[in-house]
């Protein structure tokens, strides 16, 4: 079972629209997680990082919220652009002894915007 | 500066193959990290160095892949006798600091890999 799921896994809204992105993780010890867009033949591109006592964090039009309680995440986008259109990945940090605990990624929402 | 550049782009390999991938991290980063990316999946973690140390490989996928980052800076993934399942977007990304979760990383564009 993956231990980062998002959904939808794919979504379609008109330019001008708001959507959210949904996260459930289930990794644990849990350092930080991170939404990343990424455009098609690119690397990914971080939008947010939110540490487990961060609740929420802006950038731009992008919010990431954060309940660590229930190990979920959003990333809210409003007022959608036509170069949103992209892949969102969640990413979770685990944390483990000697700082090597590895970025587990989820499979990613496709997010397209239409004119 | 620059941002992490990987090369070549596209390659298309045929089954049994030998293939090399470079990546050129941002000037200064110490960590590397290696992911491999299915066709419509996020990335997997491969491999992650430290300046010129591999101080965790457990993500490679069996004893065909190899990388290595000799002067702690460009960084090459090989893959020995490449196989159908091996063809994926390999990514690299580079972070300042040391450790995988605590800075942030940078990503290159990726090689697209086809094995035929």
């Known amino acids: 079972k993956n231990q980062v799921e998002q959904s939808p896994q794919s979504l379609i809204i008109l330019e001008g629209k708001n959507c959210t992105l949904q996260?459930?993780?289930?990794?644990?010890?849990?350092?930080?997680l991170r939404w990343y867009k990424q455009d098609t033949g690119r690397g990914p591109v971080s939008l947010t990082i939110m540490t487990f006592s961060e609740n929420t964090k802006s950038n731009g039009r992008y919010t990431a919220t954060l309940d660590a309680d229930t190990k979920q995440s959003s990333l809210h986008i409003t007022a959608s652009q036509l170069s949103d259109s992209a892949s969102y990945i969640c990413v979770v940090s685990g944390y483990s002894r000697g700082n090597t605990g590895k970025l587990i990624f989820g499979q990613g929402t496709t997010l397209q915007v239409k004119p | 500066g620059a941002g992490v550049s990987q090369s070549p782009r596209y390659k298309v390999a045929k089954r049994g193959q030998d293939v090399a991938l470079r990546c050129d991290p941002i000037s200064g980063h110490v960590s590397l990290f290696w992911y491999q990316q299915a066709l419509g999946q996020g990335p997997e973690f491969l491999t992650y160095f430290q300046n010129e140390a591999q101080l965790d490989k457990s993500g490679l996928p069996s004893d065909r892949f190899f990388a290595e980052r000799p002067e702690g800076s460009v960084s090459t993934l090989k893959i020995q006798r490449t196989q159908q399942e091996d063809s994926a977007v390999y990514l690299c990304?580079?972070?300042?600091?040391?450790?995988?979760?605590?800075?942030?990383?940078?990503f290159g564009p990726g090689t697209r890999l086809t094995v035929t």
């Open positions: 990304a580079s972070s300042l600091g040391r450790g995988q979760y605590t800075y942030e990383q940078y």
């Open positions: 996260c459930n993780y289930t990794v644990s010890p849990f350092s930080n």
